[in-house]
């Protein structure tokens, strides 16, 4: 087995060498890794995301700005709403959870909302662990956690996150609970922001069965070791298959297997990484541990929404299947990590720190090829720059992926005008026999409509 | 997208200016439009901050809410908008024109001929983009189910009289903008970009201000460049100075000139209400209309360039032709304003939340059989939509090079002739494929019966539209010489079957919806944005 740790320091010191030196790097918060299923293929995004670079900031030193901003009515509005929904602590939410979500148990009268302030994201994420820890293993009480904070590891480096709410039900599940301010309009809210909330949740529930295979390895000792692994640099989500496999080499044969789990955990390992995303998706159903061994928390796939109702600040809410964004997640998360091949290939002494001069900087960015699309405009700080430079390319894309799709292996405006225009290309090509029909064609309609 | 725009759309991008999408205007344009140009608070669902509205493009109607949060201030807002909009729409209600409608009679079950009143013209709303249809369509959903004060006493906050009417219009509107090819209510950069490919992507064109730089850049710019100012472009304050169309505004705008701008509104307010006498009173008075003119101006500098912008779309769809059967489809509006107008006289109750399945399934079907519509008549129309659809293989053009005449075999033999068309087009023809070509505004019928020359001749037997005699009409035949244009699809959309009455709603799908009960007011709260 290779060492990962060291591996995993050596990718560390090079991303940092990225940011520039004394930039701090920029957590990657849930939005943002959910923004990374839009555009997986572009690498330029993903070093610098890997890299905690401030896009923003860069942007704003390359010349082309970003255009994202957020209202402050927007924000107070929002804040307003989360407090009201959680007031009481946590009844009306305690409330929904349990009628959309587990309305066979019993209803949350006294729910234990636990204290879960601290110094530091870390000190933060070891607190939110020890109150999970604590909740689920006292089954038959809903525990509510505000704003708790999880941590994710995301090729290399961990990202810290924080969910609205996370609910410990009487079972021992947990549910993760999105407060959005958009409305649920007679029972229906815009597709676009359930999509991206989904998405969102997506992530949390990513963090949250990390920490839940961890904590189920926990108690079985040997296997601590296996479980606490997960920082294992490489692939964060090689470690959940991992927590799965160990628990089942652990469990059905107690003490005699536990001699046997730490060779076969490490091959499990090798042998789990490559599917990365698609086996924890089986692992729901099993989720309970048959038998004597201690379950693995069970995080729930079904998350809750909750919106103002109609045009009241009244909480509505909605259970949302996120399995989908879950699987896709998990798959971008999974190839994230290839950040390593592009940090390897970039020239030495490649640096994307703001205070660089904007041709310094410009010649960085272009040293990492990016897949420009118009969608980036909305996800993306760097997206006018590539937009420019896509355009200076006459990259077709620029004006759509659908377009790109119509023209083959056609890729610059010239290239395809060229095409039609009979002067280049081969005729035999069917894209170009087709450009050259259809110029002909607008060509005699709009002569038609001259005349 | 068909090759035919994508090429469109590379050749904007090489030339610096958009291109033309189609040679003629398919949407109507009335007389006399109402531009509605509203903006939205961020965060709230909707809740609105102003607007500009009228049918004068130098004389718009300034609407302004100085706070947002506050449902006096909001009704207020909605009954003046009322003032504007029902008016209008009132203006078209009582000029009609006989005209005759197939209804089943309810004793006989036999379809019969009803003379009834058709609306002459009907109005026509306006928004810059799609996210204006929305709003429109959420205002319209706020209002309906208000309770006045005169309908209901008891109503913790009365709605002003006319509100709950507003809503049920621009409900009407709403929906009717989901129907392809309506005009009752358009959204600017929809209808733009039906006529114009830029050089940017469809993304991109939802952006009203850049739309209009590629399609009618200003002197010595390219469109290219134009557009990215409209979209970028600041002012010294950090303001774009081509405002979003909105509803929503720009957060720059929010944090740097709306909030202290109502910051000073609610001060003032406070005083006001703190004032011990009237003197006092007086000067704070003073003090709060200047800090809501303040408001109102503000309003006015983010609306305005939007509303110019509007008016300029207008003046560039007036100059393209009106398509031929664009006055059709606009008569069909005229009977959707007609029936709306005649259930609001008939006191009918507002449109309900949801739709029960029937009318659902007629909601549905209508949509799909007027897309069919549009299809085939901007195709007909429009030469350059017909390119699209000869290239895709679903019509193809060419020159008559021969006529047979043939006829039917039976006790009276019909003129069966058979043409041969020469096309370089490649259509999808199979054994005996119908196809269709216009002749006279009416489609007459051929099917297809063989093919020479490697698909570059075609034989079509001619099936219909010759008159009763042995001898075809004179002029339905093509000569030789002749230049024709057939389609694959049929030009005329027939209605799907016909659907249960509602009593007759089977139990799948809900069962009868029983005794329409009146639907209750939404429950109001302190709290309430819209």
Redesign the interface.
Known sequence: MPPPRTRGTALRHRLAELRGPDVPAKALDARALAALAANPGCARRAILDGAGVNKAALASALGSPS?F??????????NAFEAKVKADGGAELLRLVHEKLDRSAEPPVEARVPDLTATGPRGRTARTELELREATAHPGAWTLLDHPMLALDVAGSPAFLEPDAVVVHPDGSWTVVEIK???L??GSADPAKVGAAARQAAVYVLALEELAARLGAEPEGGTARLGAEPEGDAAPLGAEPEGGTARLGAEPEGGAARLGVEPEGGAARLGAEPEGGTAPLGEEGDARADGTGVPVPRVRHRVLLVC?R?????PAASAVDIRKQRAVTARQLARLTRIEDVADALPEGTCFSPELPAEALAAAVESVPATYA??C?SACELA?HCRTRS?QE?A?T???R??RA??GGLTT??D??AA?RGEAGDPDDPAVA??R???A??A???E??CR | MSLISTLARLEAVSTGRAQPAATVRHRHLGDRPLVFVPLTTAGEAGAPLGALVGTDRDAPRLLAVPQPRDRDLRFAFLAELADVVLPYVDSYADAVEAAERTETDPETGKRVKVEVDLCADAPQLIVPSRAGIDLVRLLGRSMRFRRTAEQDPEAPYPAPPRVPLLGRWLTHFGERARVPGSSLLLAMTDVLGRHWVTGQSTLEDQHLGALLAWIDPPQGVTGAEAALRAELERDAQGQLTCPPAGPATDPAFDNKLLAPAIERYDRARTALSAAEDGLEADDRLGALSAAEREIRDLVLSRTRPTWDAVWRGLDLLRELPEGARVEERWTRDRWSFTGHRDRVLAGEPPQPRRDDAVTAANKLATREREQARLEAQEALDDPLVMAGRRLSGEAFAGEVTDVVMAYSEGKRPSPRPLVTVRTDDRPYLGERTKVYRSLGGKPQSAEFVADEEDGALVVLRILDKMGRGKEPEPGSVPEKGDRICFTLFEHEQRGGAKLPDPEETPWTHGGPPGEAALEAADPVTEEDVL
Request: glycine share 8%.
């Open positions: 255009a901003g957020q209202s402050q009515f927007a924000l107070t509005r929002g301010s958009f409305p309009l007679d103002p109609d045009f009241s600040n009244l118009p969608e405009l006018f355009r006459g077709v620029s004006l759509g659908p377009v119509e023209l405006v010239e395809v005008l039609a087709a450009l029909r259809a110029a064609l607008r005699e309609a709009l038609a409509a």
